[in-house]
């Protein structure tokens, strides 16, 4: 534990709480969010000195716990210290603590440090969700106050032995923190969506390339679309043979129309630009219009030599498609949105919920500048390295405000397509976690946005535009279901 966390409090008449940090270490040793080096230690410190100021009420005895192994041996100190409930912070995304310490049975404040645990979170939570688990109440905000008012739920049901009720509690305090939906009439935006019949043609006219290993080959189809396997290294082979001038050339104009380029050296611009033009030629070798890559595997193992983020980039403000992390649902969803909507570049995030704005934000480090397709007006973005890590070179988008957008999950299994809308908003400059933030108001219930994640995973597809009646129309032309997910 870092020297400067509060010390254990003496037991007396307060209520007694102990904060659990879920994270990797006090000081994050590599990649993964917020980012690699982000110091925990000044966070944790600020958060006990709030809960101290704004609840006098109560004890708040903090340590950290990096997995289950660690969270279990809290639990068997804590059964002679006089522990009355839990706040468990995801600080990392996936450090399951939360868990083992529900199974005390007492009552849990389930927090959300906000792009950095947020996927964790959002998973973890939808599973006590669907269990319906009383004991544990959730947090998703970036207002203090709104923690405060849980751990206020917290000394109630500790005081009246009603830990059975203890999740409806927070919940109907969340409720009460959480504004009012606001303005949600959107600028004019004369969408002209495909017919289902052509999308579907499309469609099954595409490719996807998948890359994330050394083989080849045809894989299974995913939603209709052709997938094809493509090495690592026929796509580093590439890389090597793009036209040096040509490189050049595309990393003069991104440094030309950036509105900044920040701790990116220009040789990384133009290995990106290689990266590129190698990625246009593999998916021209292989008649395909979509390509995703397991980019960081790909380049930490040694496999690629360049991020492909800025590729990615360029290729979805050319109607093609580049995404993120080999994730085929995600590119097929991608893919569906550009073929409906005649071009326009289909997002992949990780999103974040803030009630406290009463926002989902959506969260990564590729995004195209040209959200209403290649003939459409081009909007600011800069020039980063890639968040997680601090290497290689990203994009911030910074996206038009005042739109209505669209985002979509395809299931294949399920054979359902998830589905939800929101008011573009505010484009957030955290510099924590991935560098294009998108904030949307949702259209519909903020609340029912936290239940699907465990049955969905994390990645959702967004696109600017009301896709609503051509999605509808798409799945039942197939056959399948549209799940609204607000």
């Given at each position: 534990?870092?020297?400067?966390?509060?010390?254990?409090?003496?037991?007396?008449?307060?209520t007694?709480?102990?904060?659990?940090?879920?994270?990797?270490?006090?000081?994050?040793?590599?990649?993964?969010?917020?980012?690699?080096?982000?110091?925990?230690?000044?966070?944790?410190?600020?958060?006990?000195?709030?809960?101290?100021?704004?609840?006098?009420?109560?004890e708040?005895?903090?340590?950290?716990?990096?997995?289950?192994?660690q969270?279990?041996?809290?639990?068997?100190?804590?059964?002679?210290?006089?522990?009355?409930?839990?706040?468990?912070?995801?600080?990392n995304?996936?450090?399951?603590?939360?868990?083992?310490?529900?199974?005390?049975?007492?009552?849990?404040?389930?927090?959300?440090?906000?792009?950095?645990?947020?996927?964790?979170?959002?998973?973890?939570?939808?599973?006590?969700?669907?269990?319906?688990?009383?004991?544990?109440?959730?947090?998703?905000?970036?207002?203090?106050?709104?923690l405060?008012?849980?751990?206020?739920?917290?000394?109630?049901?500790?005081?009246?032995?009603?830990?059975?009720?203890?999740?409806?509690?927070?919940?109907?305090?969340?409720?009460?923190?959480?504004?009012?939906?606001?303005?949600?009439?959107?600028?004019?935006?004369?969408?002209?969506?495909?017919?289902?019949?052509?999308?579907?043609?499309?469609?099954?006219?595409?490719?996807?390339?998948?890359?994330?290993?050394?083989?080849?080959?045809?894989?299974?189809?995913?939603?209709?679309?052709?997938?094809?396997?493509?090495?690592?290294?026929?796509?580093?082979?590439?890389?090597?043979?793009?036209?040096?001038?040509?490189?050049?050339?595309?990393?003069?104009?991104?440094?030309?129309?950036?509105?900044?380029?920040?701790?990116?050296?220009?040789?990384?611009?133009?290995?990106?630009?290689?990266?590129?033009?190698?990625?246009?030629?593999?998916?021209?070798?292989?008649?395909?219009?979509?390509?995703?890559?397991?980019?960081?595997?790909?380049?930490?193992?040694?496999?690629?030599?360049?991020?492909?983020?800025?590729?990615?980039?360029?290729?979805?403000?050319?109607?093609?498609?580049?995404?993120?992390?080999?994730?085929?649902?995600?590119?097929?969803?991608?893919?569906?949105?550009?073929?409906?909507t005649?071009?326009r570049?289909?997002?992949?995030?990780?999103?974040?919920?803030?009630?406290?704005?009463?926002?989902?934000?959506?969260?990564?480090?590729?995004?195209?500048?040209?959200?209403?397709?290649?003939?459409?007006?081009?909007?600011?973005?800069?020039?980063?390295?890639?968040?997680?890590?601090?290497?290689?070179?990203?994009?911030?988008?910074?996206?038009?405000?005042?739109?209505?957008?669209?985002?979509?999950?395809?299931?294949?299994d399920?054979?359902?397509?998830?589905?939800?809308?929101?008011?573009?908003?505010?484009?957030?400059?955290?510099?924590?976690a991935?560098?294009?933030?998108?904030?949307?108001?949702?259209?519909?219930?903020?609340?029912?946005?936290?239940?699907?994640?465990?049955?969905?995973?994390?990645?959702?597809?967004?696109?600017?535009?009301?896709?609503?009646?051509?999605?509808?129309?798409?799945?039942?032309?197939?056959?399948w279901?549209?799940?609204?997910?607000?």
């Amino acid at each position: 534990m870092p020297k400067n966390l509060l010390p254990a409090a003496e037991k007396g008449s307060k209520t007694r709480i102990r904060i659990v940090y879920s994270l990797h270490a006090a000081q994050q040793p590599g990649p993964d969010w917020p980012n690699k080096g982000f110091d925990f230690a000044p966070v944790m410190n600020r958060i006990n000195s709030e809960l101290t100021k704004r609840c006098p009420g109560c004890e708040f005895v903090p340590s950290l716990a990096t997995g289950p192994e660690q969270a279990e041996k809290i639990l068997a100190e804590d059964k002679n210290a006089g522990i009355d409930g839990y706040i468990v912070y995801q600080m990392n995304c996936w450090n399951q603590v939360v868990q083992k310490i529900a199974t005390a049975g007492k009552p849990v404040i389930y927090a959300d440090f906000q792009y950095g645990g947020s996927g964790g979170f959002l998973t973890y939570t939808a599973g006590f969700l669907r269990k319906k688990t009383p004991h544990v109440g959730f947090v998703s905000s970036s207002n203090i106050e709104d923690l405060a008012q849980a751990v206020n739920c917290l000394e109630q049901s500790v005081k009246t032995e009603a830990a059975g009720n203890f999740s409806t509690l927070v919940a109907r305090s969340r409720g009460r923190q959480t504004p009012l939906p606001g303005d949600l009439s959107c600028n004019p935006d004369p969408l002209k969506p495909l017919g289902t019949a052509d999308c579907l043609g499309h469609l099954k006219e595409s490719k996807i390339l998948a890359v994330r290993g050394t083989e080849s080959g045809s894989a299974p189809p995913m939603f209709g679309i052709p997938v094809e396997n493509v090495s690592f290294a026929e796509v580093n082979e590439a890389w090597k043979n793009a036209d040096k001038d040509e490189s050049r050339a595309v990393a003069d104009r991104w440094q030309k129309n950036a509105t900044e380029v920040l701790g990116v050296s220009r040789e990384t611009l133009e290995t990106s630009a290689a990266m590129y033009l190698g990625m246009k030629a593999v998916l021209k070798k292989h008649n395909a219009n979509a390509i995703t890559m397991n980019c960081l595997g790909g380049f930490y193992g040694g496999h690629i030599h360049a991020y492909p983020c800025l590729g990615f980039h360029e290729l979805n403000n050319e109607a093609l498609v580049g995404a993120c992390e080999c994730d085929v649902r995600s590119t097929a969803s991608m893919l569906m949105v550009t073929t409906l909507t005649q071009g326009r570049p289909g997002y992949i995030s990780d999103p974040v919920i803030d009630t406290a704005k009463r926002q989902i934000i959506y969260a990564h480090c590729v995004a195209s500048n040209k959200v209403f397709g290649p003939k459409g007006p081009a909007n600011p973005f800069t020039i980063m390295t890639h968040s997680e890590d601090r290497q290689g070179a990203s994009v911030r988008s910074i996206m038009p405000l005042g739109y209505l957008t669209t985002t979509v999950e395809i299931h294949p299994d399920k054979k359902e397509i998830l589905f939800h809308q929101g008011k573009a908003v505010a484009n957030d400059p955290d510099d924590r976690a991935c560098r294009t933030k998108l904030a949307a108001e949702p259209v519909g219930d903020i609340e029912k946005l936290f239940s699907m994640w465990d049955q969905w995973g994390w990645h959702r597809v967004t696109c600017y535009g009301d896709l609503k009646e051509p999605v509808f129309a798409l799945a039942e032309a197939m056959g399948w279901k549209v799940v609204q997910e607000a």
